[in-house]
C-alpha cells in the first residue's frame, strides 16, 4: 500500500479538464512539497510540477497544481491524446525518506 | 544535457545481492544527491534511497536493512546493493538525480534496468 493515495483512474474526452487527487498526512504533504510525474508507458517517469505548483521546464501550461492542508490535486486542463499516461505524486516524508501515490492511470476516450 | 545509464546483472537468485551501477554522463555527479526508485510490472514507484557525492545517504526505512549505496566521484557513478533479495524485489530499477533541497525533485532518469529475481 503506498503512504499517499491516489485514485487508481481517471478519464476524460479531449479538450474536457481532469483533476487528480494525492492525499497524505501531516508528516509528508501536510508539511512538505508535493511533486507530480508522468510515465508515458514503457518509459521513465517525467517531472511536470515542482515545490505544488511549479511547472517543469517544457510543461504546458495546461497543467496545474495545487496544495491544501494534507492533500493535493494536478488538473489538465484541453485534455489531449497525448496526456494519456499514468500520474505518480510525490513528498518527502518526516521519516526522512520519499513516498509516492500508488498512481492514477488517466485514460483519454 | 545529463544522461544516466544503470547497468547490471538482469536476474538475481533468490538470498542473494542485488548490485547496480549508474554512470551519469554530460554533467559531474558533484553538488546532487542521486537516488533509486525501483517499479515491479504493473505497479507503482518506491523510493529506494539517495546518496550525496560525499557519501551521505537516506534509505526508505521499509529497505534500509538490505540496501547499501555507494558513490564513486572518479567514475561518475553511483551503486546500489540490495541484499537478501526475494521474487518481491523483482522490478523496474532506475536511477535518478535529486535537483532540489525541498524535495523529491528528480529532473534526469535513467531508461530503467529490468531484474529478475528467480533460481
Known amino acids: 500500500q503506498s503512504v499517499l493515495t491516489q485514485p487508481p483512474s481517471a478519464s476524460g474526452t479531449p479538450g474536457q479538464r481532469v483533476t487528480m487527487s494525492c492525499s497524505g498526512s501531516?508528516?509528508?504533504?501536510?508539511?512538505?512539497?508535493v511533486y507530480w510525474y508522468q510515465q508515458l508507458p514503457g518509459t521513465a517517469p517525467k517531472l511536470l510540477i515542482y515545490?505544488?505548483?511549479q511547472r517543469s521546464s517544457g510543461v504546458p501550461d495546461r497543467f496545474s497544481g495545487s496544495k491544501s492542508g494534507t492533500s493535493a490535486s494536478l488538473a489538465i486542463s484541453g485534455l489531449r491524446s497525448e496526456d494519456e499516461a499514468d500520474y505518480y505524486c510525490?513528498?518527502?516524508?518526516?521519516?526522512?525518506?520519499?513516498?509516492f501515490g500508488g498512481g492514477t492511470k488517466l485514460t483519454v476516450l | 544535457q545529463v544522461q544516466l545509464q544503470e547497468s547490471g546483472p538482469g536476474l538475481v537468485k533468490p538470498s542473494e545481492t542485488l548490485s547496480l551501477t549508474c554512470t551519469v554522463s554530460?554533467?559531474?555527479?558533484?553538488?546532487?544527491?542521486w537516488s533509486w526508485i525501483r517499479q515491479p510490472a504493473g505497479k507503482g514507484l518506491e523510493w529506494i534511497g539517495r546518496?550525496?557525492?560525499?557519501?551521505?545517504?537516506n534509505y526508505n526505512p521499509s529497505l534500509r536493512s538490505r540496501v547499501t549505496m555507494s558513490v564513486d566521484s572518479s567514475k561518475n557513478q553511483f551503486s546500489l546493493k540490495l541484499s537478501s533479495v526475494t521474487a518481491a524485489d523483482t522490478a523496474l530499477y532506475f536511477c535518478?538525480?535529486?535537483?532540489?533541497?525541498?524535495?523529491?525533485?528528480?529532473?534526469?532518469w535513467g531508461q530503467g534496468t529490468l531484474v529478475t529475481v528467480s533460481s
Open positions: 535518478a538525480r535529486w535537483a532540489s533541497l525541498t524535495g523529491p525533485l528528480f529532473d534526469y
Open positions: 501531516s508528516s509528508n504533504i501536510g508539511s512538505n512539497h
Open positions: 515545490r505544488n505548483n
Open positions: 554530460s554533467g559531474s555527479i558533484s553538488g546532487y544527491y
Open positions: 510525490a513528498a518527502w516524508d518526516d521519516s526522512l525518506s520519499v513516498v
Open positions: 546518496i550525496y557525492v560525499s557519501g551521505s545517504t
